[in-house]
């Protein structure tokens, strides 16, 4: 399930249990099994951290404005392999959403480093996989404040059937 917010496929900040079994009885039409996760509620931004896989140019990586947002924003920078963590920075300081990244209105700055050790990783893996590698999406990326991290809330991976 690609979105699943299009078909009420997730549901957030469920106190008790019996409120999170109401959740998983209302998603039944569209699910078969559940992932129950902790809250991160400490969150920064969200971004989406994805690889493609060009015929002409190989694999590239996009890094944009993430979560439900993603598609309405158009809020995205590409970079092509290799690049570096200054490279990376540097693509981030070109978003939209950089601004909430870098402490909007009084809240912390995001983890920009970690949010950079992900790409980098993330590049890693796509150079390892090759062209099984067809296509990867982190999406959200949650972006926690400085020194917290960044958390894959979902992941998205294709590849080559052999």
């Known amino acids: 399930m690609v979105h699943k917010s299009d078909l009420n496929g997730g549901a957030v ?8 079994l109401a ?6 039409p ?6 129950v996760e902790s809250m991160i509620d400490d969150g920064v931004a969200e971004l989406i951290v994805g690889v493609g896989l060009d015929p002409q140019f190989g694999h590239f990586v ?15 920078v590409t970079l092509l392999p290799p690049f570096d963590v200054l490279e990376i920075t540097r693509a981030l300081q070109r978003l939209r959403v950089h601004r909430l990244l870098s402490g909007w209105r009084g809240k912390p700055a995001g983890d920009i480093e970690a ?6 990783r993330i590049a890693a893996l796509a150079a390892a996989l090759g062209d099984t590698l067809l296509e990867l ?3 959200p990326l949650i972006v926690r404040p400085a020194g917290r991290g960044a958390v894959a809330a979902d992941t998205l991976i294709t590849l080559e059937e052999e």
């Not at 900040?13 to 999170?20: D, L």
């Open 13 to 20: 900040s469920r106190a008790t249990p019996a409120q999170a």
């Open 23 to 28: 959740a998983a009885e209302a998603m039944l």
């Open 30 to 35: 569209v699910a078969r099994s559940f992932l």
């Open 62 to 76: 996009t890094i944009g404005a993430g979560g439900v947002i993603t598609e309405l924003l158009g809020d995205s």
């Open 115 to 120: 949010v950079a050790d992900v790409v980098m």
């Open 137 to 139: 999406d982190i999406n």
